[in-house]
């Protein structure tokens, strides 16, 4: 092993002060990272290549977002999903999933390589098995995947595109969800077992 692998050292290549900072998407297109900041609500964009950092504020909470082909991004905000012209920062609002449901937000997500961008809800207080994982189609359509979940976090996929990983932080579990495709239909089979150290469940979606 390299000294470089087993002494490796961390440097500061944005100094963007976020409240709580979030969800880092890379673009290989553009080349810049896009992180959130949930609590000052933004999006932030930095291209290592050019420098200062471009904002983008937004009018409430937002836990994640992914970039869109047409200037623009999909954004898990407080309630629910919206999509945001990042030429003129104007906002429109998609889907008010959980509207209205107390104590409760989006917070991590990400975007598959169908265009379909998942993302799960909190509960701010922790009241367990209250949130759950919701999926936002390229029609506009909004569907709830998995509940019975307390802080849903660390969405990802597999280089295939067939499984989709999240942990559910507040209980310690780290989930897996496989999405499989019958004649253009999404075909749901839950099947309950062990997937890491024998603490979570392991869905088949």
């Known amino acids: 092993m390299s000294s470089n692998l087993a002494h490796p050292q961390a440097e500061c290549v944005l100094e963007a002060r976020a409240t709580l900072g979030e969800s880092p998407v890379w673009c290989s297109q553009e080349k810049a990272l896009y992180p959130v900041d949930i609590k000052r609500p933004a999006i932030h964009c930095f291209d290592p290549a050019r420098g200062p950092c471009r904002t983008w504020p937004v009018k409430r909470e937002i836990g994640s977002m992914a970039t869109r082909q047409r200037c623009g991004a999909v954004v898990a905000l407080r309630s629910g999903f919206?999509?945001?012209n990042l030429e003129t920062g104007d906002s429109t609002m998609i889907d008010n999933a959980i509207a209205g449901a107390s104590d409760m937000r989006f917070?991590?997500?990400?975007?598959d390589r169908r265009g379909r961008f998942r993302a799960s809800t909190l509960h701010e207080k922790r009241q367990t098995g209250t949130a759950a994982l919701y999926r936002l189609d390229?029609?506009?359509t909004c569907h709830k995947m998995v509940d019975g979940i307390t802080v849903a976090n660390g969405l990802a996929r597999n280089p295939d595109n067939g499984t989709m990983y999240f942990a559910d932080f507040a209980e310690a579990l780290m989930d897996r969800i496989a999405d499989f495709w019958v004649r253009g239909a999404?075909?749901?089979l839950a099947e309950a077992g062990e997937f890491v150290d024998g603490c979570s469940t392991a869905l088949s979606w």
Request: charged share 35%; net charge negative.
């Open 107 to 111: 917070n991590d997500g990400r975007c």
């Open 186 to 188: 999404e075909r749901a």
């Open 82 to 84: 919206a999509f945001v």
């Open 138 to 140: 390229s029609d506009g």
